[in-house]
């Protein structure tokens, strides 16, 4: 409660320096603020629902999230982006920063425990694909490999 709170604060201090486009959209899909060209928000809305496939299962990273037999519940995590398109900063499921044509960013690492974690993979495997992973029995870790370029 905190965390929206002090960015509607500052939303709104920033309201009178934002350039031409601003918006304030709540829907069914999240909180979408733009202040172009200094501030982008997108927070997608937390889900709730009825599954059936898995026993129990908790995930940290672009999503969080639990499932127990029938109901799952979770949120991803949202992104803010401060700064014009050819020169800013990212902060959030997607954490990086732009100055022209140089880039770097970094998605954040997942972590998923629980019974349905071993679905492919099997048991145990180690894997370098698109940065380390580690699956052992109930758990997966998952690092990506940072980006660089455009």
Same mark, same amino acid.
């Given at each position: 409660?905190?965390?929206?709170?002090?960015?509607?604060?500052?939303?709104?201090?920033?309201?009178?320096?934002?350039?031409?486009?601003?918006?304030?959209?709540?829907?069914?899909?999240?909180?979408?603020?733009?202040?172009?060209?200094?501030?982008?928000?997108?927070?997608?809305?937390?889900?709730?629902?009825?599954?059936?496939?898995?026993?129990?299962? $908790?995930? *940290? %990273?672009?999503? =969080? @999230? &639990?499932? +127990?037999?029938?109901?799952?519940?979770?949120?991803?995590?949202?992104? /803010?982006?401060?700064?014009?398109?050819?020169?800013? $900063?990212? *902060? %959030?499921?997607? =954490? @990086? &920063?732009? +100055?022209?044509?140089?880039?770097?960013?970094?998605?954040?690492?997942? /972590?998923?425990?629980?019974?349905?974690?071993?679905?492919?993979?099997?048991?145990?495997?180690? @894997?370098?694909?698109?940065?380390?992973?580690?699956?052992?029995?109930?758990?997966?870790?998952?690092?990506?490999?940072?980006?660089?370029?455009?």
């Amino acid at each position: 409660m905190k965390v929206v709170l002090y960015t509607a604060l500052i939303t709104l201090s920033l309201s009178s320096f934002a350039g031409e486009k601003k918006s304030l959209t709540v829907s069914g899909e999240g909180v979408n603020v733009k202040l172009t060209p200094v501030v982008t928000l997108k927070q997608p809305m937390p889900t709730a629902g009825v599954q059936r496939t898995t026993p129990l299962r $908790v995930d *940290v %990273g672009g999503r =969080t @999230g &639990v499932a +127990v037999p029938l109901v799952e519940a979770g949120i991803d995590i949202g992104q /803010l982006t401060i700064g014009p398109e050819k020169v800013h $900063v990212q *902060v %959030g499921k997607t =954490t @990086g &920063v732009k +100055v022209g044509p140089l880039s770097v960013k970094q998605t954040l690492p997942s /972590l998923s425990v629980g019974t349905d974690v071993n679905d492919k993979s099997g048991l145990f495997d180690i @894997g370098l694909k698109d940065g380390p992973q580690i699956t052992l029995p109930f758990i997966k870790l998952f690092i990506p490999w940072p980006k660089f370029g455009e």
